[in-house]
């Protein structure tokens, strides 16, 4: 595969490092909280082959710096990070379509409700809106545990307790640029996981939206906001190969559902709102 073109957007208090690949409709991949754009390069390459793919580093992991201290993040600001850099991409305007997994499902959700114009096809993968279970406060305080054990043992513990979000397996080791665990642990996870979409917003955009999830990690609770979600949209859950970071480890089942989703979208028979 050729190289991908490398770019940087200013932001308001950070750089954001991207990844475009291919030509074609553009199509935008946002990872999760303590990942970058290396984790999506097989399934780049892949997509490239049809869709103009964009892939970026989160702002304060591996190569888009922070312009200040780190500092906690959240969803809304991520949103408006990619949302200026879709301005930059496709300066025409149009819709755009959108895959997001973990909290960059959470992101792709929220860059839809601020921007309906520019998104056309969205699917959130496993996106850990806990905020929508009924053990909502059990969900968040089991979070303020694993900071809290940050914070008095360091790294190594709490990722051991924040196992147990995978079945007690140890967290997905992923492809990366820069190891984010530290800041993520100390300035993402908790306010992320705070972030509840606006549930009454989506409705209305709900048959643009698909709500995927893994055949592996169905009994994990790191996928019970996903058939949470798909119900309060009213819509099915999407079956992923895997479990909650599949598409690294099955990019080439990836890229077809994917690709299938957004080619159903587009039909003409498709309803959309």
């Given at each position: 595969?050729?190289?991908?073109?490398?770019g940087?957007?200013?932001?308001?208090?950070?750089l954001?490092?991207?990844?475009?690949r291919?030509?074609?409709?553009?199509?935008?991949?946002?990872?999760?909280?303590n990942?970058?754009?290396a984790?999506?390069?097989?399934l780049?390459?892949?997509?490239?082959?049809?869709?103009?793919?964009?892939?970026?580093?989160?702002?304060?992991?591996?190569r888009?710096?922070?312009?200040?201290?780190?500092?906690?993040?959240?969803?809304?600001?991520?949103a408006?990070?990619a949302?200026?850099?879709?301005?930059?991409?496709?300066?025409?305007?149009?819709?755009v379509?959108?895959?997001?997994?973990?909290?960059?499902?959470?992101?792709?959700?929220e860059?839809?409700?601020?921007?309906?114009?520019?998104i056309?096809?969205?699917?959130?993968?496993?996106?850990?809106?806990?905020?929508?279970?009924p053990?909502?406060?059990?969900?968040?305080?089991?979070?303020?545990?694993?900071?809290?054990?940050?914070?008095?043992?360091?790294?190594?513990?709490?990722?051991?307790?924040?196992?147990?979000?995978?079945?007690?397996?140890?967290?997905?080791?992923?492809?990366?640029?820069?190891?984010?665990?530290?800041f993520?642990?100390?300035?993402?996870?908790?306010?992320?996981?705070?972030?509840?979409?606006?549930?009454?917003?989506?409705?209305?955009?709900?048959?643009?939206?698909?709500?995927?999830?893994?055949?592996?990690?169905?009994?994990?609770?790191?996928?019970?906001?996903?058939?949470?979600?798909?119900d309060?949209?009213?819509?099915?859950?999407?079956?992923?190969?895997?479990?909650?970071?599949?598409?690294?480890?099955?990019?080439?089942?990836?890229?077809?559902?994917?690709?299938?989703?957004?080619?159903?979208?587009?039909?003409?028979?498709?309803?959309?709102?």
């Open positions: 595969m050729d190289a991908p073109a490398i940087m957007l200013a932001v308001p208090g950070a954001v490092r991207y990844e475009v291919g030509s074609g409709p553009l199509l935008l991949l946002l990872c999760g909280g990942s970058d754009a984790v999506f390069e097989p780049a390459d892949i997509l490239s082959a049809k869709y103009r793919v964009v892939s970026l580093d989160p702002r304060g992991n591996s888009s710096p922070l312009a200040g201290p780190p500092v906690d993040q959240h969803i809304e600001v991520h408006d990070d949302h200026r850099l879709l301005v930059r991409l496709n300066p025409a305007g149009g819709p379509s959108v895959f997001g997994s973990c909290s960059g499902g959470l992101i792709a959700l860059l839809a409700l601020r921007h309906p114009e520019d056309g096809s969205l699917i959130v993968h496993e996106p850990p809106a806990f905020g929508l279970l053990d909502a406060a059990d969900r968040l305080a089991f979070f303020d545990a694993v900071y809290a054990t940050f914070r008095r043992e360091g790294i190594p513990a709490a990722m051991t307790q924040f196992s147990a979000l995978f079945g007690d397996r140890p967290a997905p080791v992923l492809p990366e640029a820069h190891d984010n665990t530290e993520f642990l100390a300035h993402v996870v908790r306010p992320f996981i705070r972030f509840v979409p606006d549930l009454g917003a989506l409705v209305p955009l709900a048959a643009r939206i698909t709500v995927g999830g893994g055949l592996s990690s169905r009994t994990q609770d790191m996928h019970r906001p996903t058939p949470a979600l798909a309060h949209l009213g819509r099915p859950v999407l079956d992923f190969p895997g479990g909650h970071v599949g598409y690294a480890k099955y990019p080439d089942e990836f890229a077809r559902i994917i690709t299938g989703a957004l080619d159903a979208a587009a039909r003409p028979d498709h309803v959309r709102t």
